[in-house]
């Protein structure tokens, strides 16, 4: 059973910085690429970085500068640093693992999700 698990969510003032973890087990991730996506109440899941298993990565317009991507593939664990928090970007940020080789912003090209974790950015 794949299970993705992240971790490092919780309350930050704007302009500060949190760095989220998933940590993946139960399945062969070799190979694949990982993305973060995250929800705001009332919005749609949209992406916001992703990495392949040889570390090319992408990111959403709105985040390239202040987020980086990051994975280790001998922990199958990917990171998230995030900077320059916005309150506009207060959501539930996700990882999942892609179902092919390259990334994609696109959530249905993604096969397995964690349970998310929340991050609160305060004005």
């Known amino acids: 059973q794949v299970q993705l698990v992240e971790s490092g969510g919780g309350v930050v003032q704007a302009g500060g910085s949190l760095r989220l973890s998933c940590a993946a087990s139960?399945?062969?991730?070799?190979?694949?690429?990982m993305g973060w996506f995250r929800q705001a109440p009332g919005k749609e899941r949209e992406f916001v970085a992703g990495?392949?298993?040889?570390?090319?990565?992408d990111y959403a317009d709105s985040v390239k500068g202040r987020f980086t991507i990051s994975r280790d593939n001998a922990k199958n664990t990917v990171y998230l640093q995030m900077n320059s928090l916005k309150p506009e970007e207060t959501a539930v940020y996700y990882c999942?693992?892609?179902?092919?080789?390259?990334?994609?912003?696109?959530?249905?090209?993604?096969?397995?999700w964690g349970q998310g974790t929340q991050v609160t950015v305060s004005s």
């Open positions: 999942a693992k892609g179902r092919y080789i390259e990334v994609s912003a696109k959530a249905r090209d993604y096969d397995y």
């Open positions: 139960g399945g062969t991730f070799s190979g694949y690429p």
């Open positions: 990495i392949t298993w040889r570390g090319i990565k």
